[in-house]
């Protein structure tokens, strides 16, 4: 018995070294009974993360490289042009080259950290219907709907309906087409974006959570950084809530639902 068991156990540690050396692909067999095969599965399925997250880092940050080329030579283009434009101009255009810059190197931050141990913690009661309100308040959005309190962190839940407004404003072509609604919906608080854009195709329906993807026509000189939606969603995975995006007749409906903090 004493063998048998240490065979088993031997099946597992080979996967589990080879792992600590650095093979992310490195799998335990799982064919063992008992608690030795639930441990196997366990292993397994923590490799499995461990491996999907580590490979997200890396295109995140081979993606922000590749992003931060682009105003840097920017900003090396205006460098030149000192003499041959007004000056007025090219402070103008490297202090948005700067901001974007900024605004860039922060979101892969938060993207980190939201991924990480260090994540925040999430611990204020945030009524949704007034966070809404106010961010629509700064576009001129129109928002109705009812009193819901979720249990997390107001900044970040702040960033993610000011980018649901403002991609609406943006992509359908003025506010006096978007509408924002605040409802609950069974232990959820949901956020609604409508707008009367042009939707997302199915090809694209997935393809916009991902890190600096911008759909076919949209312009790197529009606005953003291809991050938005791919930090919503984490966000909204965070504070155990989901993030959704499809077609409404006409335009795109955009989605948040948030677990309701409910009252002792």
């Known amino acids: 018995m004493a063998r048998g068991l240490a065979r088993r156990i031997e099946r597992i540690a080979g996967p589990v070294m080879a792992f600590g050396r650095g093979e992310l692909s490195a799998r335990a067999p799982e064919d063992a009974p008992g608690e030795i095969g639930q441990l196997a599965r366990e292993f397994n399925g923590a490799a499995t993360r461990i491996e999907r997250l580590v490979e997200a880092q890396k295109a995140l940050l081979a993606n922000a490289s590749h992003e931060l080329r682009s105003p840097l030579a920017r900003i090396q283009m205006q460098l030149e042009l000192i003499g041959e434009r007004s000056a007025v101009d090219i402070r103008s255009e490297i202090r948005r080259e700067i901001a974007e810059l900024d605004s860039l190197v922060e979101e892969i931050l938060l993207s980190s950290r939201l991924q990480s141990e260090n994540r ?45 407004v403002e991609n609406a404003v943006r992509y359908s072509g003025g506010r006096d087409s978007v509408r924002v609604q605040v409802t609950s919906v069974g232990k959820k608080a949901h956020i609604d974006v409508l707008d009367r854009g042009p939707g997302v195709s199915p090809a ?6 991902e890190p600096f993807y911008r759909a076919r026509g949209a312009s790197e000189r529009a606005g953003g950084v291809g991050l938005g939606l791919y930090l919503c969603r984490l966000v ?5 809530g989901t993030f959704k995006v499809s077609n409404a007749q006409p335009g795109w409906r955009v989605e948040i639902g948030i677990p309701v903090q409910r009252t002792p």
């Not at 925040?120 to 629509?136: C, F, I, R, S, Y």
Request: hydrophobic share 40%; net charge neutral; proline share 2%.
């Open 120 to 164: 925040p913690k999430l611990t204020q009661n945030v009524e949704m219907l007034g966070l809404a309100a106010e961010e629509a308040a700064r576009v001129g959005v129109e928002v109705d709907g009812e009193l819901v309190t979720v249990r997390g962190d107001t900044r970040l839940l702040r960033r993610v309906i000011r980018n649901m």
């Open 204 to 209: 694209d329906r997935e393809r916009i959570f």
């Open 236 to 240: 909204a995975q965070s504070h155990g």
